[in-house]
């Protein structure tokens, strides 16, 4: 009998697994069975009759959890439709770890509650549900314009961002559709602003909310992705992730280091010191004609006082008011990865 079980119990948990789903538990039985592999340790329960196996649930990212936190919760509730961050996450659309809990699902009123802190609902009317990855989502379209009005212009650019670089939406048909949903909804002038910088190039969403800051602070919009000819071999192409171009001719390039280049055995090349001799013999190369190339990580695009200062100091120039309060600047200390240097 118990050996049944056990066979049972692993077959359901590997269905699960092949469908990007946690396993959801639909009788009392099956989850007192699952329930004493928890207390083992052989399990985990992220969410009430949701089981995972344990080593596994450690393996995954944060959007890999949400994702099979998604796919299970819908398997428990088959008429629930996911919206807003949870709707980005099975679309495929960038999204920061720190905002896709609480799991949000379409309500048919503004009355409409869940009972725990796990779920949150969401008024949304006049839509027409798709599927994404097999989940009932919000359009795509519905779910960017939500996305920008409640996460403000950084997470939501990159949202929007990234779906036009998958080619599920393009910045006309976003902008038709926000105007169409009209100011009466809460964050309308953050979702226009959204539409209109919205730009495919950017190649991750730490990019987009780098460029989303920068226009924060007043600095004016750089282009993007652009390829530079490497002049030892001009059939290579190296791209800088920001650029701009002043009157007087001068270029500056902004670079964003998010130091995987140092930790990940395939973009390093399988040693941190492979990576950081790659890296500056791109730069040299780059600096040839002498522009200036400004460096930045996603914690110092998150320290705007210092992002102020710094593209302040490269020159890089304004062309509009900045959206948002300046912050002073706490005493400068720059700090360098041990990484970058091949060290533990």
């Known amino acids: 009998m118990q050996r049944r079980v056990s066979e049972e119990i692993a077959s359901l948990l590997e269905e699960a697994e092949r469908n990007g789903s946690c396993l959801a538990a639909t009788s009392r039985r099956l989850r007192r069975d699952l329930v004493r592999r928890v207390q083992t340790g052989e399990l985990v329960s992220p969410l009430p009759h949701l089981y995972v196996r344990a080593d596994l649930w450690r393996r995954l990212s944060q959007t890999e959890r949400t994702r099979r936190l998604i796919a299970g919760l819908s398997r428990l509730h088959p008429s629930w439709t996911f919206c807003g961050t949870s709707a980005a996450v099975m679309h495929g659309l960038c999204l920061s770890e ?8 379409a309500a048919a009123s503004r009355t409409q509650r869940h009972p725990t802190g796990d779920v949150a609902r969401r008024y949304v009317s006049g839509d027409r549900p798709t599927l994404a990855a097999g989940v009932p989502v919000t359009s795509i379209e519905r779910t960017v314009f939500d996305c920008a009005r409640r996460l403000g212009l950084r997470e939501g650019l990159a949202v929007a961002d990234s779906a036009l670089r998958l080619g599920a939406l393009d910045r006309e048909r976003l902008a038709a559709y926000v105007r169409e949903m ?21 190649e991750n969403g730490k990019e987009s909310i780098a460029r989303a800051t920068m226009y924060e602070l007043g600095f004016a919009l750089p282009d993007l992705q652009v390829p530079f000819a490497d002049p030892m071999d001009p059939s290579r192409v190296f791209r800088v992730d920001f650029l701009w171009t002043l009157p007087d001719g001068t270029v500056i390039i902004g670079e964003l280091d998010g130091g995987e280049k140092y930790r990940d055995p395939v973009m390093s090349g399988g040693s941190p010191l492979v990576a950081l001799r790659g890296e500056r013999r791109r730069e040299s190369r780059l600096t040839i004609d002498r522009p200036k190339i400004v460096r930045f990580s996603p914690d110092e695009v998150d320290d705007v006082a210092f992002l102020n200062r710094l593209l302040e100091t490269f020159g890089v120039p304004r062309d509009h008011e900045p959206l948002i309060q300046i912050p002073e600047e706490l005493p400068y200390s720059e700090t360098v990865p041990l990484e970058a240097y091949g060290l533990p």
């Open 182 to 202: 009209g100011p009466h909804h809460h964050g309308y002038r953050t979702a226009l602003l959204v539409a209109a910088l919205a730009d495919p190039r950017p």
């Open 98 to 105: 720190a905002v896709q809990r609480p799991i949000e699902v």
